[in-house]
């Protein structure tokens, strides 16, 4: 069974503070996605990384997946409270056959305070 | 404009009583899942469709069924729900199996009195 773990579980900061958000396993994945779930909703897709060392921006947000493809990073700078949510990571694992849905890491629930 | 609807957003059903939840999708995709989210826990996945196959997950209990009956719906069926089968149900397509992003519905939350 392969596992993500996130840490940390809860973060709560002020606006205008950097923070980072990591996703971790023992397993390869041959992808790695973020998705941002607010309550009462689904999760919405933020980005995918795919290839090991791979960075992607969006706006504030940075994305990293590890060289290995084990692990990666969500770095917010300047948060603000709009950021507020449950941040998920899932990764896909490439089986033999065609993936069959994401296994998800228990998210990070991050308040940022006004 | 909605691409993966559920409905209802909320449900009540009794313990036993059977509860079907629905989605449908105007993407097109070939492939939904089901996924159950208990509260502060991850989304686990119960079973998906790729076109008309239903490809259950090892772990995923027999209480469970799921009919797709054209591309665009997709039910799951509880038949006799317990309380421990309270959570939100998030039904989710892709275009293709793999590196394809997934869209995920709203979600329907169930509650088991």
């Known amino acids: 069974t392969q596992l993500l773990e996130q840490s940390p579980q809860f973060l709560s900061i002020q606006e205008g503070e950097n923070l980072t958000v990591y996703c971790n396993s023992s397993s390869v994945f041959s992808s790695l996605q973020w998705y941002r779930q607010e309550p009462g909703e689904g999760p919405v897709l933020l980005v995918t990384v795919v290839t090991g060392g791979e960075v992607k921006k969006l706006k504030r947000l940075t994305f990293q997946f590890g060289d290995a493809r084990k692990d990666s990073s969500l770095h917010i700078t300047a948060a603000q409270p709009g950021d507020t949510g449950l941040y998920l990571c899932?990764?896909?694992?490439?089986?033999?056959?065609?993936?069959?849905?994401?296994?998800f890491g228990k998210g990070t629930h991050l308040i940022i305070q006004p | 404009d909605a691409m993966v609807i559920q409905n209802p957003r909320y449900q009540v059903t009794q313990f036993g009583k059977p509860v079907t939840l629905s989605c449908s999708q105007t993407?097109?995709?070939?492939?939904m899942y089901w996924y159950q989210q208990k509260s502060s826990q991850a989304p686990k996945l119960l079973f998906h469709y790729y076109d008309k196959d239903f490809n259950n997950e090892a772990d995923t209990p027999d209480n469970f069924q799921s009919r797709r009956p054209n591309t665009s719906f997709c039910f799951l069926d509880i038949r006799s729900p317990g309380l421990g089968d309270a959570a939100m149900y998030l039904c989710?397509?892709?275009?293709?199996?793999?590196?394809?992003?997934?869209?995920f519905g709203p979600g329907t939350r169930l509650t088991v009195t």
């Open positions: 899932a990764g896909e694992s490439g089986r033999g056959g065609g993936a069959d849905g994401l296994t």
């Open positions: 989710a397509t892709s275009m293709e199996r793999g590196l394809y992003e997934q869209y």
């Open positions: 993407l097109n995709h070939n492939v």
